[in-house]
C-alpha cells in the first residue's frame, strides 16, 4: 500500500510540475497587460527625462521671477503643456508655489510704493546632477537670473542678477510617471531677490562681552552721511570692482567656503574686497577677533567669519555704525540678523550708489546690484546693521 501510494503521489507531483511549467512558458507569451494591476513599470532616467526635470525647475523659477515684473503665473497644467516626458507638479508642490508666487507679488507691490520697480526678467536652469535610488530622483540644479530695473528715479543701475542653487526631488509611480515633491534651497539659499523670506525658528539671545554693532533704521532719505571716495586711506571703488568681478566667477586665489557644511562665503569674499582697497592683515592667532588675515592656505575667523568680522570692524575702529542703511556708500557693509536673536548671519558689501539708494554684491546666494530696498522688503522683521568703512 505504501508502495502504491508513493508512487501516486510521484506521478501527481510530475503532472503539477508540467502543468505549472506549460501555464509559466504561456504567460511568457502574453502581453504585459495579462499581469493586470499588479505590473509596474520601472521608472527609466535617460537623457529625454533629465531634460524635461531640467526644464519644469526652469518654469517653475521663471514663475518665481516673472511675480516680480508683471507677468501671471502659468500654474500646474500650463508649466507641464508640451513636455516630452512624464513629469508633473504635485499638488503640494504647486500649492506650495503659488503661495511663493502671491508673497512675491505682495513683494513686489511693496517695493513700487518705495519706487523700485522691474520692466523685465530672465532666468535660466542649468542641471547640475540627478542622482535615482528607487523611484526617487534627487535634482541639483543652478538658477541664473538677471532682473532689469525700471527706470523710475533715472538712476538706478541697469540690471541686478543672482545665481542660487536648488535641490528638486522627483518621485515616480508605478506607471513610472515623475512628480515634482519637493523644492529645496542649498547653501544660503533664500538669499535671492525671487525667493522668499526662509522661515526661522525662535532663539535665545546669547550672552556675549564681544562688541555689539547697533542696529540701523530702515526708513527712506535719512540723515545725509556724505563720504570721501577717492583721497582717503582706502579705495572705495576698488572694492566695488573687486566684488563685481568676483560675484560669481570666484577668485581662484581664496578658498570657497560655498557648499554643505563649509558655512557659507558671504563675510570670505567682502573681505576679499576690503582687502583690495586697502585694507591691511593684521597677523595673529585664527581664533582672536582682534586680527584679521586671509590667503589661500590660511584664514582668521575675522576674516571668514560674519559676528567675528563684526568684533573686529568695531574694536579694530576701521569702521563706525550708520544710523540708517540708506546711508551706506561704495565700500560699505551690511550684516543681517534674520530672526533678531542676536547672532548676525549675512554680510554684503555696496557696489554702487544711485538715486540715495545703495546697491549691494554679495556671495551665498551670488548677487550682482540688488537694492537695500529690496532686501529690506525681502526681510521686513530682520535686524540689520550697516558699517561705514
Known sequence: MKSRKLKHTRRRATILTAAAASAVAGAALLPNWSAGASTTVEPQVDATTKATF????????????????????RGKKALTDGFSGKVALSSGV??????????????KERLARTGEKYSAGSTAVTLDRTKVKGRTAVVTVTETTTLTYRKVSGDEPKTTGFQAHHELTFKADDRGSWKL?????????YLAPNAVAKPRTAATAPKSTTPSAPRAATTRRPAAAPKNLTGGAYDYKAMARYAETYWRNYNPAYP?????????????????????????HVPGYVYDYTRWFGTAD???HSFVGVNEWSWFAQNSKRTTSLANVYQMDVGDVLQVDFDKDGSKDHTMIVTSRQGGVPYLTYHSTNTLRRSVTSIVSSYPNAAFYAYRT
Not at 58 to 71: C, I, K, P, S, Y
Not at 94 to 107: I, M, N, P
Not at 181 to 189: A, I, N, S, Y
Request: charged share 30%.
Open 256 to 280: 570657497n567656503f560655498n557648499g554643505a557644511g563649509a558655512g557659507g562665503d558671504c563675510t570670505n569674499f567682502v573681505s576679499q574686497s576690503l582687502k583690495a582697497g586697502g585694507w591691511k
Open 94 to 107: 504647486d500649492r506650495a508655489e503659488g503661495d511663493t508666487v502671491k508673497q512675491l507679488g505682495d513683494r
Open 54 to 73: 531640467q526644464r519644469l525647475a526652469d518654469a517653475v523659477f521663471t514663475d518665481r521671477t516673472n511675480a516680480l515684473v508683471d507677468q501671471p503665473r
Open 298 to 300: 590660511i584664514q582668521s
Open 181 to 189: 515633491t519637493k523644492v529645496r534651497e542649498t547653501g544660503d539659499g
